[in-house]
């Protein structure tokens, strides 16, 4: 964790045990390398999301794999894009109780404020992703973790989708991956500050393979741009002086 020093390479653990061995120091139970496995399946690809797409931008120019990854990062980094986790999770403690859950979602929505873990750009059903996580995190959570935790997720959960439903009939906002990601990476003890380096580490592997891929095809992506500005436009020209 912060401050510490890297732990010894495991070369012999599976990839999710080794990343907690290499955070904790401990070779981590089968719960709890399962839970961190069964993540980082659910987000290794997600089609042409920004920084997927930015990488195959950067390799369509003939430039290295690395350099491209390196791109992506950047791409993720953007609060848009690799930082919901954090904020989904902060609403569930701002809760604290399932006795709050609905008066302090209703001032949330009164405020304008968007409900983090609900909606997706792409899908306007329950982002069908949102599943493995959640069940993940009940098993998880039912094996040593804090069960009230996970309990206080799903009124929270339930209690946002219905005041969703209600003040927005017209909108699909449903559950999508990031609201029980939050939950299963807290239970799994890593702090708010590691949940999108964590899901860079299981999109790595989506990354790379559209990056193979792109290279394999061999051409420039260079999309085309449309000018919709003011069009007849004049400049008056100041006069040119002679140098004296």
């Not at 950067?58 to 950047?74: L, N, P, Q, Y």
């Not at 098993?139 to 209690?159: I, K, Q």
Request: charged fraction near 25%; include cysteine.
């Amino acid at each position: 964790m912060a401050g510490q020093a890297v732990g010894p390479c495991q070369r012999d653990l599976p990839h999710a045990s080794h990343y907690l061995h290499q955070l904790s120091g401990a070779e981590p139970t089968p719960e709890r390398a399962r839970a961190l496995q069964t993540y980082l399946n659910t987000v290794c690809d997600h089609g042409l999301n920004a920084s997927t797409f930015a990488a195959r931008v950067i390799v369509s120019t003939r430039s290295d794999v690395i350099s491209a990854i390196t791109g992506a990062v950047g791409a993720l980094k953007g609060p848009l894009h690799g930082g919901a986790p954090g904020p989904a999770l902060d609403m569930v403690f701002e809760v604290g109780s399932p006795e709050r859950a609905e008066g302090v979602i209703r001032a949330k929505l009164d405020r304008g404020e968007r409900l983090m873990g609900f909606g997706h750009r792409v899908y306007r059903v329950r982002d069908p992703r949102a599943d493995v996580p959640a069940q993940a995190a009940e098993l998880f959570y039912s094996n040593g973790g804090d069960r009230r935790l996970y309990d206080l997720a799903r009124s929270v959960e339930n209690t946002a989708l219905r005041l969703l439903r209600e003040r927005k009939p017209d909108r699909r906002l449903d559950t999508n991956v990031e609201f029980y990601t939050a939950l299963l990476l807290h239970g799994l003890g890593l702090p708010a500050a590691l949940f999108t380096p964590t899901f860079a580490v299981g999109r790595v592997l989506g990354w790379a393979a559209h990056c193979l891929e792109q290279l394999r095809e061999g051409r420039l992506i260079r999309p085309q741009s449309a000018y919709i500005g003011p069009m007849d436009l004049h400049y008056d020209r100041a006069p040119i002086r002679a140098a004296s």
